[in-house]
Every structure is written in C-alpha cells, then in structure tokens.
C-alpha cells in the first residue's frame, strides 16, 4: 500500500527550543516510517526577518545535523534546503494571483511580526503563508504536522488549494494539518501563560535543544509556578501543567503517571527531576550533532540527496500548474 503524503519545514533561525522539539520535531521522526516524508529547512521563510547570510548559512547547516542527531533518518525521509529547489519560489509566484492582499493582512502572525519589526514590514513577510503553500502544495501532501501558531497558515493553504481546483480543474491535495495533542503547546517557564518562544527575551522563559545540563538545570528551577505546593495539572496551574507536559514527554510516560510519580512531594524536589530529566535526553543529541557538524560531507550528501528527490517531486506538480494556468511551453 501506498504510504500517505507528509510535509514539513523549520525556520534555520537560530536556536531550537524544547517546545519545537516536542511540537515538531520529535513528531516526524515518530511519523517517518509511517508517511512518505518530505521535511526542508526553511531558509526561504527566514529571510522575511532581517538574516546575518553568514549565520544563516551556519545555521542552515547545525539545523540539519540536529535533525539528523534527533533521529530523522535521511534514508527514510527526504531533508533538504527550501532555497535548493527553485519550484517553491515558481509556485508561490502562481499562488499569489489566488492570494487577496486583505486575508494575507489578517494573518495572525503577519501581524504579531509587523509589530515586532515595525522597520522592516516587507512583501516577502506579508507573503509567508503564500510560500508555505507552495511548499506544502508541491509535494502534493495530504499532512502536514505543526506547531499550533502554524494552523492558520495550513488553513489559508487548504482555502489557496481549493481555489486553484475550483478555477482550474482538480491539481492539489487539500492538505490537513496534523496538530499533536500532548506538547503541541511548550509554554515558557516564566510566563507560563505564553508559549514557550526562543525570541522571548527572557532566557530563562525557554530552554534551547541545545542549552548545556547547568543551563538546563537552572532555567528549570527558576520557572514559574504558584504557591499551593501540589504536583497536578489542571487550568488553574498553567506552570506546574507546564512542566508535567515536559516531564512526561522527556520520560516517555502520561502526565498521569507523572502527577502520581510526584504526589506528595514538594515543588523543589520535582522541578529538579524535571530538570535533569531534560538535560539527560538532550545529551545524547547534542552529542550526536556535534559529531554530524564535524562531517561536513556527509551532510552535503545528504542535503544533496533530498533536494534530489524533493525536485523530483516539486517538478511534477509544478508542470501540471504551468499547464493548467496557461504558460505556453513549446507545443
Ligand atoms: N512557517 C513554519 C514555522 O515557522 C515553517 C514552515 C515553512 C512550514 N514552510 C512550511 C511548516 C510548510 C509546515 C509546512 O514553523
């Protein structure tokens, strides 16, 4: 039997937080032998915020070892770079024509970012969920798992999709967003009402996939919780719901189990085991990413190969757009 059709993509910009680790990636690579993966590296979406192209480049490169070092098998799924396949930028180009200025306008993120950024509120920002169809168009991807703050924008690519059959005749799949119940939402340690953000200012709000054990340790006890000293989870207890959630993803068990491991016991004791529950599964890939980093080859290769396969798929859907949208190729 055929597998499904999955498609996914990370920004390169900067630091991976435990909150896209737990959202995103650990998903995919739970997901990878049962679909038909295609997974890139955004880079295309990052240059909508102002990018140092030296460090985005370095970064590009550490994403896709982390990846790797977080258990995608780049065998089993295709990883590649955005930028490395021309028909994203083809296709959004089309899509922008199926695209109203106003619903872009209302994007949630495109204003949460236009305020962040006041400076610099380019075309390409306003843009973002147009590309994102592309990408997830393209491959003709029936799932597409993400991070809560990315629903809308597989939404707005279900409305784009649907257009272009309706005006054109029966192209794309209309792809479903794939939204993980347990941890799809990492709320910072600090403000534990607010999601868990690596552009949060407070450091001590988010712990970074690759934050060393002390680092780990401390952002652990210092976060946020109330003061009524019960190890349970519930609406009223965001901080301490916050960390069972983090716990029982790190020790592989349910936030019920966790709730009974620690019934009884005080806030410090159990903040620390969260702590060094983190740190402990986190070693094992910092180590493994520092080791791909070293094999530069290895991951051009690898990179090589995706984008390989990812055009190979890409082209496909995009020579059924051009002929169905009219372009002239040379009959
Ligand atoms: N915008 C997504 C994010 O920042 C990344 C992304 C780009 C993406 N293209 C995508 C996610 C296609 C899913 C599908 O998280």
């Known amino acids: 039997m055929d597998k499904k059709r999955m498609y996914s993509a990370a920004q390169p910009t900067g630091k991976i937080t435990i909150g896209n680790y737990i959202g995103a990636i650990s998903n995919w690579v739970k997901l990878q032998h049962e679909y038909d993966c295609f997974f890139a590296i955004a880079d295309m979406h990052a240059i909508t915020i102002k990018q140092d192209p030296q460090e985005l480049r370095r970064r590009t490169l550490e994403l896709a070892a982390l990846y790797i070092a977080c258990g995608l098998d780049p065998e089993v799924c295709a990883l590649y770079v955005q930028s490395n396949v021309s028909a994203h930028a083809e296709l959004a180009w089309v899509l922008n024509t199926l695209t109203y200025v106003g619903e872009m306008e209302r994007m949630t993120q495109f204003k949460d970012k236009s305020r962040k950024h006041a400076d610099n509120i380019n075309m390409g920002l306003m843009d973002y969920p147009v590309l994102m169809a592309a990408d997830i168009l393209l491959y003709q991807a029936e799932y597409v798992p993400v991070g809560f703050d990315q629903k809308q924008h597989v939404e ?176």
């Open 156 to 331: 707005i690519t279900r409305d784009i999709a649907n257009r272009f059959n309706n005006r054109y005749g029966e192209t794309f799949t209309v792809p479903t967003p794939l939204i993980m119940k347990s941890g799809a939402k990492i709320m910072s340690l600090q403000e534990p009402d607010k999601k868990m953000s690596k552009s949060d200012e407070n450091i001590n709000a988010w712990v970074s996939l690759l934050d060393d054990r002390d680092t780990i340790i401390r952002k652990f006890k210092r976060a946020v919780t109330d003061s009524d000293n019960c190890i349970r989870a519930g609406e009223d207890k965001p901080g301490i719901t916050n960390l069972l959630t983090i716990y029982s993803v790190f020790r592989g068990c349910t936030v019920e189990e966790a709730e009974k491991e620690f019934a009884g016991k005080g806030y410090g004791d159990f903040k620390l085991a969260v702590g060094e529950t983190v740190a402990d599964a986190l070693a094992p890939i910092q180590a493994e990413q520092a080791r791909l980093l070293a094999d530069k080859a290895y991951l051009n290769g690898v990179l090589a190969s995706g984008a390989e396969r990812a055009f190979k798929a890409a082209r496909k859907t995009l020579s059924k757009v051009y002929r169905k949208v009219g372009f002239y190729r040379g009959e």
